[in-house]
Antibody, heavy 121, light 111 residues
Framework: QVQLVQSGAEVKKPGASVKVSCKVSGYTLTELSMHWVRQAPGKGLEWMGGFDPEDGETIYAQKFQGRVTMTEDTSTDTAYMELSSLRSEDTAVYYC??????????????WGQGTMVTVSS | QSVLTQPPSVSAAPGQKVTISCSGS????????VSWYQQLPGTAPKLLIYENNKRPSGIPDRFSGSKSGTSATLGITGLQTGDEADYYC????????????FGTGTKVTVL
């Protein structure tokens, strides 16, 4: 079975960047379409972006365009999400998420444990 | 703010039934599959329903999903204390460029 294990909590200053990792086990990263979702304290879920297998490209939510970069290292089966120009509103738990058949690309049935990113001066 | 609207909260006694609505538009629910997620406090979301009404392996049939037009509904029967959680609908939106959207979330309270 597939497992997603994320990196530990981070504390960053405003204006800095953060890079969160998501290590895949049980499958190879090339077999999955990885997405990233965040959740600010006491708030709802917010999709940030992910891999579109139809186009073979990573798509980003308009809100994060220019500030977020999602990459993959297939040699270590690790996905990364880097968010730059951090501000206090970026304080949130960041999740990686993906899906396996029979669940298709319209749902996320496999989630990482989450990484808390705190942005504070 | 989300383009999928859910009631902030619903409640019922143990053993009773609750329904949670998710209202969208033709660019999202109207033309895409709807999923439902359960999030217990301090944990990652868990998929309950995919493709409008299908349950992943291990999800009890107390949970059901339906879709009609631009709205979707999650039903929970035989409510248990362990069902007390936040519930989110989710789907793709293709209004301008494709993006995934989650509902505003509903807190289920077991009285």
């Amino acid at each position: 079975q597939v497992q997603l294990v994320q990196s530990g909590a981070e504390v960053k200053k405003p204006g800095a960047s953060v890079k969160v990792s998501c290590k895949v086990s049980g499958y190879t990263l090339t077999e999955l379409s990885m997405h990233w979702v965040r959740q600010a304290p006491g708030k709802g879920l917010e999709w940030m972006g992910g891999f579109d297998p139809e186009d073979g490209e990573t798509i980003y939510a308009q809100k994060f365009q220019g500030r977020v970069t999602m990459t993959e290292d297939t040699s270590t089966d690790t996905a990364y999400m880097e968010l730059s120009s951090l501000r206090s509103e970026d304080t949130a738990v960041y999740y990686c998420a993906t899906f396996l058949e029979p669940v298709g690309p319209d749902s996320f049935d496999i989630w990482g444990q989450g990484t808390m990113v705190t942005v504070s001066s | 703010q989300s383009v999928l609207t859910q009631p902030p909260s619903v409640s019922a006694a143990p053993g009773q039934k609750v329904t949670i609505s998710c209202s969208g538009s033709s660019s999202n629910i109207g033309n895409n599959y709807v999923s439902w997620y359960q999030q217990l406090p301090g944990t990652a979301p868990k998929l309950l329903i995919y493709e409008n009404n299908k349950r992943p392996s291990g999800i009890p049939d107390r949970f059901s999903g339906s879709k009609s037009g631009t709205s979707a509904t999650l039903g929970i029967t035989g409510l248990q204390t362990g069902d007390e959680a936040d519930y989110y609908c989710g789907t793709w939106d293709s209004s301008l460029s494709a993006f995934y959207v989650f509902g505003t979330g509903t807190k289920v309270t077991v009285l």
